[in-house]
T-cell receptor
Framework: GAGVSQTPSNKVTEKGKYVELRCDPISGHTALYWYRQSLGQGPEFLIYFQGTGAADDSGLPNDRFFAVRPEGSVSTLKIQRTERGDSAVYLC?????????????FGPGTRLTVL | GEDVEQSLFLSVREGDSSVINCTYTDSSSTYLYWYKQEPGAGLQLLTYIFSNMDMKQDQRLTVLLNKKDKHLSLRIADTQTGDSAIYFCAESKGSNDYKLSFGAGTTVTVRA
């Protein structure tokens, strides 16, 4: 595809359940980022991948959150034992390289609602 | 993020200029960005400025940076209804620091 795609676009789950959110970056982009955007706020950094490895996961709020990128392309953000406070829009972005100034291209996001 | 602050709302008449302001706290910020977010769409990078610059112009957009006061502004000339959106200021902190820190966003409403 031409841009970053994310699936599903909306996910409603119950408290305590497990969810997976998928990101397909732009082909050839080595850097991939996950951000979380709560209502009325700007996006907050969660985790960054360079290739297959998580180069920086300092933004993950706790150990219920985990992300993988096994083949250096598609990434999955996994949330265990979801809580109502996890409700937010989860944004994925990719860029050709990791350097500052290298544009991050954002997907449309997955809106997660935890009931 | 608390490191980047923006006013929350701006209303402007079609055809007028819009000015969106942003302040940041970290003097080591290297790049400063303006993103646009429309309903149902992803964040779109509008422009960015390197910290050793004080102005950048791109068609209807003018970015001004006052590094001493840690103040960034985005001016949109001849504002159109299609400019109605949320505008986010963001910073990255180092020459190899990829993480973006965003403000809470300014909702711009263009009225006829």
């Amino acid at each position: 595809g031409a841009g970053v795609s994310q699936t599903p676009s909306n996910k409603v789950t119950e408290k305590g359940k497990y969810v997976e959110l998928r990101c397909d970056p732009i082909s050839g982009h080595t850097a991939l980022y996950w951000y979380r955007q709560s209502l009325g706020q700007g996006p907050e950094f969660l985790i960054y991948f360079q290739g297959t490895g998580a180069a920086d996961d300092s933004g993950l709020p706790n150990d219920r959150f985990f992300a993988v990128r096994p083949e250096g392309s598609v990434s999955t953000l996994k949330i265990q034992r979801t809580e109502r406070g996890d409700s937010a829009v989860y944004l994925c972005a990719s860029s050709p390289s990791r350097a500052s100034g290298s544009e991050q291209f954002f997907g449309p996001g997955t809106r997660l609602t935890v009931l | 993020g608390e490191d980047v602050e923006q006013s929350l709302f701006l209303s402007v008449r079609e055809g007028d200029s819009s000015v969106i302001n942003c302040t940041y706290t970290d003097s080591s910020s290297t790049y400063l960005y303006w993103y646009k977010q429309e309903p149902g769409a992803g964040l779109q990078l509008l422009t960015y400025i390197f910290s050793n610059m004080d102005m950048k112009q791109d068609q209807r957009l003018t970015v001004l940076l006052n590094k001493k006061d840690k103040h960034l502004s985005l001016r949109i000339a001849d504002t159109q209804t299609g400019d109605s959106a949320i505008y986010f200021c963001a910073e990255s902190k180092g020459s190899n620091d990829y993480k973006l820190s965003f403000g809470a966003g300014t909702t711009v409403t263009v009225r006829a």
